[in-house]
């Protein structure tokens, strides 16, 4: 019976051994409950992003200046125009106050103007419900007539690519830099830690302001702003685990075989970087859907009529102040608020998982 009890010890042995580090940080993740949330969220807001075009009421540009500043759940009756499919913004919607009949293939209907005014059969399209459609706006619309919902779910786009491209730069910046100066140390240490110091001297969103005048307004500056004052604290990170590591015998005997520098930094130093790395770089993550949301509300972000949170939160805090439409400004803030939240908590359940410490 021993030498079966044996053979079933052995199997299990070689089966753990033959799974590696991410299997086991998956393992440890999964334990996290407030990170799976954090992962779902995050999961979700992507899935949004890239279904905006289906899942979205409206096209978030389609003005309906009528309809301005409507509350949520706001009900507007139009009749449709045939439009050229080619011109998107093409205002294909008629607002109405009142249908008044169908005679001789021609709509009578009251105006917001109370005029009556009639138009022809031929140049409108008919649905089930016949000519007049209704049109429902679950969030309300802004200033402009156009739909709350509709822009939320774009902004999540400008918001995640933003939030990740910028911190995909900083990243690259940080891992390099810093990988640099805490492996060769001596001048190239002492140059690259003069300017993390110099940058550190201002203030991340007036560093990020500045360069975006000199850069110009619009989306890829916002990337470039934001991705070249973020690599700081990483490059100070990876530079603190290089030194630290370097040392270890695993890196002398690296050294020993003889293997290159750049062999002994990608393959050996880095992998053991990975934690203190990615928990950085989710907080950079949240920090730059803030960032990017507060150069949009300053009007040096993404420009209009790009649906933006931050844009949409700079249209409707006014509206706050007199006391009217507050989901104009609230709904895009509380977007952000549960992006950067859902960010922070897959970032501290990363490290978690990732922390060759803990237990499997």
């Not at 802004?142 to 911190?167: H, K, N, P, Q």
């Not at 900083?170 to 100066?181: D, E, H, V």
């Not at 890829?220 to 973020?230: E, K, N």
């Not at 685990?241 to 050294?255: G, P």
């Amino acid at each position: 019976m021993e030498p079966v009890n044996n053979a079933i010890t052995e199997e299990i042995l070689m089966e753990e051994r033959s799974h590696n580090l991410w299997y086991y940080s998956w393992k440890r993740l999964k334990r996290n409950k407030l990170a799976m949330i954090g992962l779902w969220v995050i999961a979700l807001l992507i899935v949004i992003a890239l279904t905006a075009p289906f899942i979205a009421p409206f096209n978030p540009n389609q003005q309906i200046l009528e309809y301005s500043a409507m509350p949520v759940g706001f009900e507007g009756e139009v009749i449709v125009k045939k439009t050229n499919e080619s011109n998107e913004l093409e205002n294909k919607y008629i607002p109405i106050k009142k249908f008044i009949k169908e005679e001789n293939g021609i709509i009578f209907y009251t105006d917001f103007n109370d005029k009556e005014e009639n138009i022809s059969t031929d140049i409108i399209l008919k649905s089930s419900s016949g000519y007049v459609e209704k049109l429902k706006y679950h969030l309300g619309t802004d200033r402009f007539g156009r739909d709350v919902l509709s822009r939320l779910i774009y902004g999540s786009r400008v918001s995640l690519m933003v939030g990740l491209i910028s911190e995909s730069i900083a990243i690259f910046l940080g891992i390099i830099l810093g990988s640099i100066a805490g492996f060769y140390r001596g001048k190239a240490d002492v140059v690259i830690m003069w300017l993390v110091n110099v940058i550190f001297a201002f203030p991340a969103i007036l560093l990020i302001i500045a360069l975006s005048v000199v850069l110009g307004k619009g989306l890829w500056q916002a990337f470039v702003a934001i991705g070249l004052t973020g690599w700081v604290d990483i490059a100070r990170i990876v530079r603190g685990q290089f030194f630290s590591l370097r040392e270890t015998e695993f890196v002398e005997a690296t050294k020993a075989i003889g293997f290159k520098s750049s062999r002994v930094i990608i393959r050996h130093i880095l992998p053991n970087c990975l934690g203190p790395v990615i928990v950085t770089g989710t907080v950079g993550l949240a920090a730059a859907i803030i960032f990017e949301a507060s150069l949009s509300f300053l009007g040096l972000g993404v420009q209009p009529p790009t649906a933006s949170w931050g844009q949409m939160i700079f249209d409707g805090y006014k509206y706050i102040v007199v006391g009217t439409n507050w989901g104009l400004a609230v709904f895009p803030s509380i977007a952000i608020m549960m992006t950067v939240f859902a960010v922070n908590l897959l970032g501290d359940g990363l490290r978690d998982a990732f922390d060759p410490k803990l237990k499997r």
